[in-house]
């Protein structure tokens, strides 16, 4: 029987639209690993899990998981009504324990398909600035934290796209562009195991494939999340620009669990060359 030091327990965060929307995905590429104990879901649209299309092209779809009495005791969710109030003594209880937290709070297209981003504001800056404090509070280490490529000078995907992003975030994007580059400072202002995944694109049409590919100078490696051993596939090619929410949840609750990468940025993508 497994101690409560042994146990593995995930502090999941998610928001609406985009790169949010990855925090959703999280909580099913979760549940796939029978290492992980507990998971602990904080969020303010709890709603968003009975939604019938998760604004992806996952295979069969998706229920709430909450609904599910297998999954039932791995499960808890938390209700907060905005990152913008002060919800400090709220969350911290529930970070005690936690093995590592993953954030996706940001988002980098607002009010494009969520205009009610536009009414309640931007919450990648004020929501992680509280999940820091609560995270050093409860003594967690490890966070894996949503962003977007082209933020702070960030050039790691060697594509035309990431100068017309960096460009966005400059001009018609430029609070999200702020935002996330706040969250980004704020992290590293302090000695926790951060990780910032960059996604390059999350297509809703993008049919998950069980692999993430990591954009590296000079190599590209791939990965199959369904395998136990990391693979070392040298590919001659840049990253593919779009690939399934899924495959970025996965790849996040990947390094949560085992992580691999340490204070740093990681830029990730579909296969080489493969844009549709």
């Known amino acids: ?4 030091s042994d146990c593995c327990k995930l502090v999941i965060l998610y928001g ?15 549940l796939e690993k029978p290492s992980i104990d507990k998971i602990t879901v904080i969020t303010s649209y709890p709603e968003k899990l009975d939604e019938k299309n998760w604004e992806c092209n996952c295979p069969g779809g998706h229920t709430n998981p909450f609904n599910d009495s297998n ?29 590592a937290v993953v954030s996706c709070l940001g988002h980098r297209q607002p009010g494009w398909k969520d205009p009610e981003l536009k009414k309640t504001g931007l919450i990648a800056y004020d929501g992680n600035k509280q999940v820091i404090a609560a995270m ?13 490529f082209g933020i702070n000078g960030d050039k790691s995907w060697p594509h035309w796209a990431t100068k017309f992003m ?4 400059k001009t018609f994007q430029r609070k999200a562009g702020k935002d996330l580059e706040a969250m980004e400072n704020a992290y590293t ?17 993008v049919v998950p494939v069980g692999r993430y590919y990591l954009q590296e100078p000079g190599k590209k490696r791939v990965h199959d999340v369904f395998s136990d051993k990391e693979g070392d596939k ?42 549709d």
């Open 234 to 275: 040298v590919i001659e090619d840049i990253v593919g620009g779009n690939m399934a929410k899924m495959d970025a949840a996965r790849f996040m609750i990947d390094e949560a669990v085992s992580p691999k990468l340490h204070r740093c940025s990681q830029t990730l993508g579909s296969a080489p060359g493969k844009w």
């Open 71 to 99: 999954m039932a005791s791995k499960l808890e969710i938390v209700k907060i009504d905005s990152w913008k109030n002060d919800q400090l003594n709220l969350i911290t209880q529930h970070f005690v324990g936690a093995t």
């Open 166 to 169: 960096a460009c966005l975030f």
């Open 136 to 148: 050093e509070a409860a003594k967690v280490d490890r966070v894996v934290v949503i962003s977007s």
């Open 189 to 205: 202002e302090t000695s926790l195991d951060y990780l910032f995944v960059k996604p390059v694109g999350i297509g809703e049409e």
């Open 1 to 4: 029987m497994k101690t409560s």
């Open 16 to 30: 609406i639209g985009g790169l949010s929307d990855v925090g959703r995905h999280a909580i099913i590429a979760a």
